[in-house]
């Protein structure tokens, strides 16, 4: 089998199955939907073609004649996600409101598959149908904003990459990973002592003007998040 480096086309350049031979007993969909569920359940890592082969009650040659290898799976995966965000709705007008909300969409993709990051990692750019629906819906999005198309690929860039760090960091809270989710006072506590040292004046006068960290719960990241995106996007394409 060749590897990423040197395969020519992607899966979604060959048709799903030969014209030949029996009938088929499985589908893309249904190969990739297991796979899904294995990830979710199990991480990435779990996800092989045997062991998608087994949740399907089947062995893994069969799965052969559908995905060309264990690569194509993550691409087709990836895909999958990627068609869960609702593109149905036409654009508003307000472009920053519409991508605002693409990127939630996205964000909330993340957080629902925590392998998600991880996977893009390692696939680089392979872009399935879903993903380029989704990259043409935001340039449609972005019809009436100003900036260059260059631009443009940039924001959306953006929105993924800070789609991944914000779903990242609250998988990291769920999992009791992130030292300062769990005790956010005990966090600002230690920063006020630090800022007090004398040593560090910007970082004193920062915080008395601040004021104590507002709550870290799922809504507070979601708000923070559309802040964010809210500042950036316009000073990107201004």
Same mark, same amino acid.
């Given at each position: 089998?060749?590897?990423?480096?040197?395969?020519?086309?992607?899966?979604?350049? %060959? /048709?799903?199955?030969?014209?030949?031979?029996?009938? /088929?007993? %499985?589908?893309? @969909?249904?190969?990739?939907?297991?796979? *899904?569920?294995?990830?979710?359940?199990?991480?990435?890592?779990?996800?092989?073609?045997?062991?998608?082969?087994?949740?399907?009650?089947?062995? /893994?040659?069969?799965? @052969?004649? +559908?995905?060309?290898?264990?690569?194509? #799976?993550?691409?087709?995966?990836?895909?999958?996600?990627?068609?869960? *965000?609702?593109?149905?709705?036409?654009?508003?007008?307000?472009?920053?409101?519409?991508?605002?909300?693409?990127?939630?969409?996205?964000?909330?993709?993340?957080?629902?598959?925590?392998?998600?990051?991880?996977?893009?990692?390692?696939?680089?750019?392979?872009?399935?149908?879903?993903?380029?629906? +989704?990259?043409?819906?935001? #340039?449609?999005?972005?019809?009436?904003?100003?900036? &260059?198309?260059?631009?443009?690929?940039?924001?959306?860039?953006?929105?993924?990459? *800070?789609? &991944?760090?914000?779903?990242?960091?609250?998988?990291?809270?769920?999992?009791?990973?992130?030292?300062?989710?769990?005790?956010?006072?005990?966090?600002?506590?230690? #920063?006020?002592?630090?800022?007090?040292?004398?040593?560090?004046?910007? *970082?004193?006068?920062? #915080?008395?003007?601040?004021?104590? /960290?507002?709550?870290?719960?799922?809504?507070?990241?979601?708000?923070?998040?559309?802040?964010?995106? %809210?500042?950036?996007?316009?000073?990107?394409?201004?």
């Amino acid at each position: 089998m060749a590897d990423r480096e040197t395969r020519p086309t992607t899966v979604w350049s %060959r /048709p799903e199955r030969g014209a030949r031979g029996p009938a /088929p007993e %499985r589908s893309r @969909y249904e190969i990739t939907a297991a796979a *899904l569920a294995l990830a979710d359940a199990e991480g990435l890592a779990a996800v092989s073609m045997r062991a998608v082969a087994q949740r399907l009650g089947t062995g /893994p040659a069969s799965l @052969y004649r +559908y995905v060309g290898s264990r690569d194509e #799976l993550l691409d087709l995966m990836a895909d999958a996600v990627a068609g869960e *965000l609702d593109l149905s709705a036409a654009p508003s007008g307000d472009w920053l409101g519409d991508l605002v909300g693409l990127a939630l969409q996205s964000k909330a993709a993340h957080t629902r598959h925590p392998w998600l990051p991880e996977l893009n990692d390692r696939r680089g750019e392979v872009l399935g149908p879903h993903a380029i629906d +989704y990259l043409d819906h935001a #340039l449609a999005v972005l019809a009436p904003a100003p900036g &260059t198309s260059r631009q443009k690929l940039e924001a959306i860039g953006l929105l993924g990459g *800070l789609a &991944t760090l914000f779903a990242r960091r609250e998988a990291m809270a769920a999992a009791g990973e992130d030292s300062g989710a769990g005790d956010p006072p005990a966090q600002a506590a230690h #920063l006020a002592a630090v800022a007090a040292d004398g040593r560090h004046p910007h *970082l004193l006068a920062a #915080l008395t003007t601040a004021g104590p /960290p507002p709550p870290a719960g799922p809504a507070e990241r979601d708000a923070l998040f559309e802040r964010l995106l %809210r500042r950036l996007l316009p000073a990107m394409l201004g």
